[in-house]
């Protein structure tokens, strides 16, 4: 299955969100390079599947401790932490979730808008 969601002429992508369509089968997460797939109603930790120990900063600036858990972003349906999906970068040509998920609900999140190389510079960050 192939994504055409980055933009060559900006090397944009989208970050990859979960919607309802979910059937709840479980079939992305253990495919997540840096497990930023969780179960609905889990609570998720950016020490999960990482390397990462002590002080982090999320995305919008906050400094947490990676071993922090923080409430789940679904308690229904699996759901995808912004702050540990890199979109495959560094791992794969092609997001994992999206590839395996057996009703296509793994989709671009328009919310959500990195470069490339912002991506590359995620996954150093979370593993090191
Ligand atoms: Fe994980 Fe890749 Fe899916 Fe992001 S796109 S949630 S890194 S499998
Ligand atoms: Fe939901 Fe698709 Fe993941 Fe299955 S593979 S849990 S349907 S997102």
């Known amino acids: 299955m192939i994504y055409l969601y980055q933009n060559?002429?900006?090397?944009?992508?989208m970050a990859i969100k979960i919607t309802e369509e979910c059937i709840n089968c479980g079939a992305c997460e253990p495919e997540c390079p840096n497990n930023a797939i969780y179960e609905g109603g889990v609570e998720w930790s950016i020490s999960d599947g990482t390397t990462i120990k002590g002080e982090f900063a999320l995305m919008d600036g906050t400094v947490v401790n990676a071993e922090?858990?923080?409430?789940?972003?679904?308690v229904d349906i699996y759901y995808i932490v912004p702050n540990k999906c890199t979109e495959c970068q560094g791992f794969h040509e092609e997001p994992q979730c999206a590839a395996v998920c057996p009703v296509d609900c793994c989709v671009p999140d328009e919310m959500y808008r990195e470069t490339v190389e912002e991506l590359m510079s995620k996954k150093e960050k979370l593993h090191v």
């Open 68 to 74: 922090d858990r923080f409430a789940p972003i679904s």
């Open 8 to 13: 060559p002429k900006i090397n944009y992508t």
